[in-house]
């Protein structure tokens, strides 16, 4: 925090800090090499690292941090403002380097799990532990400098969304959206709801690639420009944004529910007792007069 | 005419003596770091640690860059940025100490009204109807804030009610004033912060008396009529120190509490029997505010929704709608507004009429339509991160990538003493998790992004929404 203070005066809207969430679930790569659209995991670094290095070159005031978050552990893997303070490397001896720091993560990752679960469906990683981290640092960024570099988060998601971390990506959304983040997605796997909504929400590029062959092509245009020059690009259009809401019950699809006024919770039909907040919806009031007519028809029919 | 006339203008002013509670330099902690800055040139140490604290950017930018020569002594309270230490010395506050020590208090304040209120179930009334209810009468026009009273009022009420539609989506809000001993409504219940602050700013003048019962007879007479799962709420911002009402107030006050309206009042000016005694008997809260920093503070702590008093509202299932958000290019005509828009919308699901802007009701048939992260931005209400404990042992440093240095968990920033005269803790870590995190990010945590950042980078157990 001491030598930066030279440096900062002279940030701008043109400079950016990139924070790169990349996903590496064991579990995701190593499904993804048995099948036949293969993306193995080394030829995933050889197009992704490119990026980070074109985003280095493009101002010499660009910073990047990457995020890397597994099943098990979210965690830094590589600050570019930290090693920029020790001499940093450039070319390929940074490429070995955030591959190695990566390749570490991944074993500790996979060493973390608890028992031996069965790889044949993917479990989803932790998403929103690294958004939180990557929201933290964007702050302490913010809190440490008169001028700061306009911040971004890109998000390489390969694995499914894990619907038990739905209220934390979504806080992490509306915390984004706060401090006008831009939180860019590209993914690898299936369509993402989470990240879909994230981009939506905070003004940033969704993109699933067509073709995993040519991603350095597709990463460099889109996701190496910086938020001020996006106006002057076409970038690809959202093709519509699911807003709908799933219900708790049975996590379908629906357009219309019915909501528990007292926590929000969607229902996709009439329930006695919501099943998060324990309210009950059968004490008498104006509101339902219906209901205690249906019951005393039920309390007939059974005698 | 009968006039309620109280106030005990000592219990202000001794509060505004009382040393540490010093909400004054609570919000702009920047102008108290000028001040101590100022100072540090003319003898005091200035710490190089204040460095970066320096740099800080401030949204509430008044009396920046100002010298203590430039500054107007009628404002200026130096004694207020002065703290007595243990030995009974004079020393500048350090600012982010202070200013962290005041969000400390108001953390444990609420984890501990939540543990109290429902150490069974986490109730909230998400669901709120809030009448603001604004004192435009003769005292409206003192100059004690600057410009003036009401002026100062309707700055902050804008900030509120941003911040209130952030936090409470599917809530209403309306204003009132009064003027002249009568109450009118200002605006209609709504949900759009826009047009609500901008009728306000078109009325702002004051003359005449004040009159409580007035206000409170106006809103019992709509509030009454909305549905039974609202949480009813009046927040008075009251300026003047008298009140001139044409009946029995008892009368009004206990006809509120039948109705379950709960009414809060911040005074500008001192404390008046008559408030405390309404606040209390319908379970509001009562405060008043010292200067313009502290009256926003206390305003905005009635932005979160507060923990549900069981039977103020009754549990329902209301029927609502998710639009999809349209793609098509159909020149469109939609019912909203007056004036006739074309373009982008979303339809409703039942009667597929059209609507520009959610939460809304639909204007055909009535239904109301929102969409799913209009409900997701209160669910972190529901589920609160556990507060952070004090720690003063060294952090552990478990994991691989954090080599030996002790750093935030969140944010990779130094846990080193970087305080001046900081003899207290340096960090904090969350009880479930273990992790250790720096104060800046405590705030943020807590305040803003309401995740645990530890307890995200773990396998999660199960505590989600969806799971059961
Ligand atoms: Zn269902
Ligand atoms: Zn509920
Ligand atoms: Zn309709
Ligand atoms: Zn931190
Ligand atoms: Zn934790």
Redesign the interface.
């Known amino acids: 925090m001491d030598n930066e203070s030279t440096l900062s005066t002279i940030y701008s809207e043109d400079v950016s800090l990139m924070v790169v969430i990349l996903d590496i679930n064991p579990l995701f790569w190593t499904s993804v090499n048995s099948n036949t659209n293969s993306l193995t995991f080394t030829k995933f670094m050889d197009q992704f690292l490119p990026l980070l290095n074109s985003v280095l070159l493009l101002n010499q005031l660009n910073e990047i941090v990457l995020i890397a978050h597994g099943i098990n552990s979210c965690g830094y893997i590589y600050n570019s403002s930290m090693e920029n303070r020790r001499g940093g490397k450039r070319g390929p001896a940074f490429f070995a380097e955030v591959s190695e720091k990566l390749k570490e993560f991944m074993e500790a990752d996979c060493l973390h799990r608890k028992g031996a679960k069965s790889t044949s469906t993917i479990v989803p990683s932790l998403l929103s532990g690294s958004l939180s981290l990557a929201l933290c640092y964007i702050q302490r960024v913010f809190r440490s400098r008169p001028i700061y570099p306009r911040p971004r988060i890109l998000c390489l998601q390969g694995s499914p969304d894990g619907p038990e971390q739905y209220v934390a990506v979504m806080n992490a959304i509306f915390s984004a959206q706060r401090s006008s983040v831009l939180i860019d997605s590209c993914v690898l796997g299936l369509n993402s709801a989470f990240l879909q909504q994230a981009s939506h929400i905070t003004g940033g590029v969704y993109i699933k690639p067509q073709q995993l062959d040519g991603l350095f092509q597709c990463l460099s245009m889109v996701f190496a420009t910086d938020v001020q020059s996006r106006s002057f690009l076409q970038l690809p259009k959202p093709a519509g944004v699911d807003f709908r809401a799933s219900c708790f019950c049975h996590k379908t699809t629906i357009s219309m529910g019915y909501i528990c006024s007292v926590c929000l919770s969607i229902f996709c039909k009439r329930h006695k007792k919501c099943s998060t907040c324990g309210s009950d919806f059968n004490r008498p009031n104006s509101n339902s007069k219906s209901s205690p007519v249906q019951k005393s028809k039920r309390k007939l029919d059974d005698r | 005419m009968f006039a309620t006339v109280g106030g005990s203008g000592g219990s202000a002013i001794g509060q505004r003596l009382s040393g540490f509670e010093n909400p004054r330099s609570s919000n702009s902690g920047n102008k108290n770091r000028q001040r101590v800055q100022g100072r540090g040139s003319n003898g005091v140490d200035d710490d190089d640690d204040d460095?970066?604290d320096d740099?800080?950017?401030d949204d509430d930018g008044r009396g920046e860059g100002l010298d203590a020569w430039e500054r107007a002594y009628a404002d200026e309270r130096s004694w207020e940025s002065l703290q007595e230490d243990e030995s009974g010395l004079l020393r500048p506050i350090d600012p982010q100490t202070f200013h962290y020590a005041q969000y400390r208090r108001r953390l444990l304040l609420r984890s501990s009204a939540e543990q109290e209120s429902s150490s069974l179930?986490?109730?909230?009334g998400?669901?709120r109807y809030l009448y603001i209810v604004i004192d435009l009468s003769r005292a409206a026009g003192e100059m004690d804030y600057k410009p003036s009273r009401m002026a100062v009022v309707a700055k902050c009420t804008e900030a509120f009610i941003k911040e209130f539609f952030?936090q409470n989506p599917?809530s209403h809000i309306s204003l009132v004033t009064i003027k002249d001993g009568i109450s009118q409504c200002l605006t209609e219940l709504g949900g759009n912060p826009e047009s609500q602050i901008k009728s306000l700013m078109g009325k702002l003048e004051c003359s005449g008396d004040s009159s409580l019962q007035n206000a409170l007879e106006l809103v019992h007479g709509y509030l009454s009529q909305i549905?039974?799962?609202?949480h009813r709420e009046v927040l008075i911002l009251y300026s003047s120190l008298s009140t001139c009402d044409p009946n029995d107030i008892m009368v009004t006050i206990e006809k509120c509490k039948k109705a379950k309206i709960r009414c809060s009042v911040i005074g500008l000016a001192a404390e008046i029997y008559i408030c405390r005694y309404l606040c209390e008997e319908t379970g509001g809260s009562y405060s008043i505010a010292l200067d313009q920093s502290h009256l926003k503070e206390l305003l905005l702590e009635h932005a979160p929704p507060l923990p549900?008093i069981a039977d103020y509202?009754?549990?329902?299932?209301?029927?609502?709608?998710?639009?999809?958000?349209g793609?098509d290019s159909l020149i469109s005509t939609r019912s909203c507004g007056e004036e006739l828009k074309v373009g982008m919308g979303y339809t409703c699901?039942?009667c597929y009429a059209r609507v520009c802007e959610l939460p809304t009701e639909c204007r055909v048939c009535g239904?109301t339509l929102v969409?799913?992260?209009h409900?997701?931005?209160?669910?972190?209400h529901?589920?609160p991160i556990p507060t952070f404990k004090e720690s003063s042992d060294p952090a552990p440093t478990s994991?691989?990538?954090?080599k030996s240095r002790r750093m935030?968990f969140?944010?990779?920033?130094d846990l080193v003493n970087q305080g001046s005269n900081n003899k207290s803790f340096v960090d904090v870590s969350c009880p479930k998790c273990k992790q250790h995190f720096c104060l800046?990010?405590d705030i943020?945590?807590h305040e803003?992004?309401?995740?645990?950042?530890g307890c995200?980078?773990?396998?999660?157990s199960k505590?989600?929404?969806?799971?059961?």
């Open positions: 460095d970066d740099k800080e950017q179930r986490i109730q909230k998400l669901i952030d599917l549905p039974s799962y609202g549900a509202a009754i549990g329902n299932l209301i029927r609502m709608g998710f639009p999809q958000r793609v699901p039942r239904l969409s799913s992260p409900l997701a931005r209160s669910y972190h529901l589920f994991n691989l990538y954090q935030c969140a944010c990779q920033q800046d990010c943020y945590i803003i992004l309401h995740n645990c950042p995200e980078s773990q396998p999660h505590n989600g929404l969806n799971n059961k």
